[in-house]
């Protein structure tokens, strides 16, 4: 029997539509998602913590304790990027401890943690407060290709993670790159190694997502990422009933209802038409593109991309671009392209392109990833390359996080003025300047609220 994750609440929406998917949109189907007998509802993390206060004006703390009401019998997934929590920096111990803390006591049931450079010192410290609270901690191998890279080496990660506590183990394919024999290949090495459930994870982005499925649960997986159809495939994840519908009948039979899938299905057309019509998705994102496989280029990077060139007039070097990134990711020595590994060698390659010289310009960030502000990377970097980025600063050979000072009392105390809730405090300390617009708003609409319904405390009772 191989069992399924959803992943409509989170990625799949993050993958095509910018994360803009409301509570609202969940509610009415989210009995019907907790009774059709799924592994876990992936349905927090990643990027959904910082588009609800951003752009839908929503606590993402309120989300998660609506959904963990109206499911009683799933369990509740989320995606937690290692020492960078939902940021996209290092934070200090006590506030890694801390938000897996409170992520689990609002609901939370499986945390997958990753690191954008498979330098697992950056996710031992959450891994560790997962297991403490009585979470189950997903350790991942951020999947990519490159000389550094193998089926030998992926294994032996895979092997830290389950020695370092991990209660499961992920293969997190963020651009689609994993193809189908080389998942059973990779698939079959880890079940020889491991004494824990493997899961897959992968994008529609190449074409190849479903196939590689196939050959990873004939290789043993015991778990596969989905989404429902109506947002899965192209930058996101492989259609749910059709895998369903393959597998059954067979031993790997998922023991779901197709009907049933059918029904959530059909509230969610609705949603992705509503989408379509307002332009929030875009036809590119919903079409295979193979050059993912040549440039590893995930989708929500190569939007970017367009993005920065389309500000810089420089629309037509897209291709120049694309051959630039495997180059300055060479040099970077060989990370995955993921949050924020991705965003930082895309724009590298930008002003690489765009200046007419190669490393011209070098943002902060890029020199970071070098001095090993970051962690450490697969591949050691060329010594004439990191001297010419470096310009004689040394580099970071401790876990990086060694190098920060406790900051949730700061945090605490910079957040008083505007928290409601213990929660608002590890908002603050992620997104601080978003957080405290949001929490304006949130304050203006309480008193509007206020003048209607008698007072504050009437009007406003957390859930």
Request: aromatic share 8%; glycine share 6%.
């Amino acid at each position: 029997m191989v069992k399924i994750t959803e992943t409509i609440l989170r990625d799949a929406h993050q993958s095509l539509a910018a994360t803009r998917m409301t509570t609202d949109d969940m509610i009415p189907v989210l009995g019907l998602l907790d009774k059709a007998g799924y592994n876990a509802l992936e349905c927090w993390g990643g990027a959904t913590f910082d588009s609800t206060i951003r752009f839908l004006n929503e606590d993402p703390w309120d989300r998660l304790r609506k959904i963990r009401k109206a499911c009683h019998n799933s369990k509740l997934q989320m995606l937690l990027r290692g020492q960078n929590l939902l940021g996209y920096k290092h934070y200090a111990d006590d506030v890694v401890d801390y938000f897996v803390q409170k992520s689990i006591a609002n609901g939370i049931d499986i945390i997958r943690i990753f690191d954008a450079l498979n330098d697992f010192r950056n996710i031992e410290r959450a891994m560790k407060a997962t297991v403490r609270e009585g979470g189950h901690a997903q350790g991942c191998i951020a999947y990519t290709t490159s000389p550094f890279h193998s089926i030998e080496q992926f294994a032996k990660d895979a092997k830290r993670l389950e020695d370092m506590g991990a209660n499961s183990v992920c293969i997190k394919d963020m651009a689609g790159l994993l193809l189908p024999y080389q998942a059973y290949e990779l698939v079959k090495a880890l079940k020889e190694t491991l004494k824990i459930p493997v899961e897959l994870h992968t994008h529609y982005t190449s074409g190849v997502g479903s196939m590689t499925y196939i050959k990873a649960i004939e290789a043993g997986c015991d778990i596969v990422d989905t989404a429902l159809s109506p947002l899965a495939m192209g930058t996101s994840q492989p259609p749910t009933e059709p895998l369903v519908a393959t597998l059954a009948g067979t031993e790997y039979d998922t023991g779901m209802d197709l009907d049933q899938l059918t029904e959530i299905s059909a509230h969610f057309s609705g949603v992705r038409e509503r989408w379509i019509a307002s332009g929030l998705i875009s036809p590119k994102m919903l079409g295979v593109d193979v050059n993912a496989l040549k440039y590893q280029v995930p989708g929500g990077m190569l939007s970017n991309l367009v993005s920065q060139l389309k500000q810089a007039g420089k629309e037509d070097q897209l291709l120049d671009v694309l051959q630039e990134v495997p180059r300055v990711r060479e040099d970077f020595g060989y990370p995955p392209l993921v949050t924020p590994s991705s965003q930082i060698v895309g724009t590298q390659a930008v002003m690489n392109v765009v200046t007419g010289e190669r490393y011209k310009m070098v943002p902060k960030e890029s020199k970071d990833v070098v001095m090993g502000k970051y962690g450490k990377t697969p591949a050691p970097m060329d010594p004439e390359f990191v001297k010419k980025i470096l310009k004689g600063d040394e580099q970071v050979t401790c876990r990086p996080a060694d190098l920060l000072e406790p900051e949730l009392d700061k945090i605490r105390a910079e957040a008083a003025e505007w928290v409601e809730q213990e929660e608002d405090v590890l908002t603050y300390g992620m997104f601080p300047q978003v957080a405290e617009k949001y929490f304006r708003w949130r304050r203006a609409q309480r008193h509007h609220v206020d003048e209607s319904a008698g007072s504050v405390e009437e009007a406003y009772q957390p859930v």
